[in-house]
């Protein structure tokens, strides 16, 4: 029986900060901007109720950067921001990829390029959170299309900051962070939060910082705190220090990429519906999905064998599982408000890429239902 003094009806960018605060959040540093200001707003008055710390930094470079600190600390720690913010966030994510610093940084996508559509929905930055900031590296990006969705994502996102010792992004929209639904908050322990791994070598020990054990993971030490190390954005080797060894650079990038390519199957979280017997499957994330299951659904009573398949782990791309999902379907419909930036990694990933299709807007209004029929109807109309 679910508590009623755990029912929330919120916007999803509170659901969000509910998340966070779940998680363990105790650090949050951001800069206002248009249609993530209230995932700040309300964390400013939610964190300092349960010991954490509240910072309005002066922009969202310094945002990032205080970030980065409190994490090294030892300080579950997150930022906020859209579009423009987002740009100006990704030398300072490149050097938490690269110093393999746990954060999370939440992006409520907006119209863009520039300053677009502040007020309008848009998912356009799905390939800047991957390829965002330069070199060789891997992310995790994570997103939903429903409010209960959002609170266990944003869980989910610190969990892998910690595990992964990386960052990680939480792509929302303007519309699934604005609209308001009901949530139910869990009750402590329904949702395993991981906490942060630190070292067990003692104070005085050599101590190696970029050091995996045989699981991959990197035990931390609170920097400050009991050990001395040394932490920077060039190459390095396990102390820390810089190194620019072709052995020592080549094995940091491969570390870099294969913790988070390797575990694909752990981090990939995704949600399906009714494609046992789909003829033509929707993929679709985060608002754009609830479009897709409501007309799949429309059309499956009126005899139309349609699926869905929501992802909500965008990055690492999880090819097999795309693949394997749509390999009975006459045909795969992408369903983004984009130009198309999933379509290209779905077509890469099925069998017949000639039989994968794009249904999208990006003219700042939500994809609706009678969008994607247009699309589908086009294509029965080909005879596929």
């Known amino acids: 029986m679910e508590n009623k003094n755990n029912i929330r009806f919120i916007q999803g960018n ?50 990032m950067g205080a970030v980065i600190g409190a994490s090294l600390t030892g300080k579950k720690s ?29 992006n409520v996508q907006r119209g863009g390029p520039s ?25 995790i990006a994570l997103t939903a299309s429903n409010h209960q969705d959002i609170f266990k994502i944003t869980v989910e996102a610190f969990n892998m900051a910690e595990t992964y010792r990386s960052p990680v992004i939480i792509l ?12 139910t908050i869990p009750e402590p322990g329904d949702i395993q939060v ?15 910082p970029y050091l995996p054990r045989e699981d991959d993971r990197l035990p931390m030490s609170d920097f400050g705190g009991e050990h001395r190390y040394n932490v920077t954005g060039l190459f390095h080797d396990m102390w820390g220090f810089p190194n620019n060894n072709p052995k020592v650079v080549s094995e940091l990038l491969r570390h870099l990429v294969d913790k988070i390519e390797n575990n694909v199957n752990d981090i990939n979280m995704y949600k399906e519906y009714w494609l046992d017997d789909a003829e033509y499957i929707l993929v679709s994330y985060g608002s754009s999905a609830r479009s897709a299951i409501h007309m799949a659904k429309n059309r499956r009573s009126r005899g139309v ?4 398949l929501e992802l909500q782990t965008l990055w690492p791309f999880p090819t097999e599982m795309v693949r394997e999902k ?15 930036q999933i379509v290209t990694q779905v077509k890469n990933a099925v069998d017949n890429p000639n039989n994968v299709f794009l249904a ?25």
């Not at 997150?78 to 939440?106: D, N, R, W």
């Not at 300053?115 to 992310?139: E, K, L, Y």
């Not at 929302?172 to 949530?183: C, N, P, S, T, Y």
Request: glycine fraction near 12%; aromatic fraction near 6%; proline fraction near 4%.
């Open 360 to 384: 999208n807007r990006i003219d700042g209004q939500l994809i609706s239902p009678t969008d994607i029929k247009t699309v589908l109807r086009m294509i029965q109309g080909k005879g596929v």
């Open 14 to 63: 509170e659901a969000c900060v509910e998340g966070a605060i779940y998680a363990g959040l105790d650090f949050f540093a951001g800069y206002p901007i248009t249609p993530s200001t209230e995932i700040a707003e309300h964390l400013s008055a939610r964190l300092p109720q349960k010991g954490g710390k509240f910072i309005q930094m002066e922009d969202e470079i310094a945002s």
């Open 115 to 139: 300053t677009g559509n502040p007020t309008h929905v848009s998912q356009g930055d799905v390939n800047q959170a991957r390829w965002g900031t330069h070199g060789d590296h891997s992310i």
């Open 78 to 106: 997150m930022t906020a921001t859209s579009g423009p913010g987002f740009s100006l966030k990704q030398e300072a994510l490149g050097y938490a990829c690269m110093a393999e610093i746990p954060c999370v940084i939440a």
């Open 172 to 183: 929302l929209d303007e519309a699934v962070g604005h609209m308001r639904e009901k949530l």
């Open 305 to 308: 064998r349609i699926g869905v």
């Open 326 to 340: 749509c390999a009975g379907a006459k045909a795969t419909i992408v369903v983004e408000m984009n130009m198309g």
């Open 194 to 208: 991981v906490e942060r791994l630190r070292t067990s070598v003692r104070k005085g020990i050599d101590y190696h």
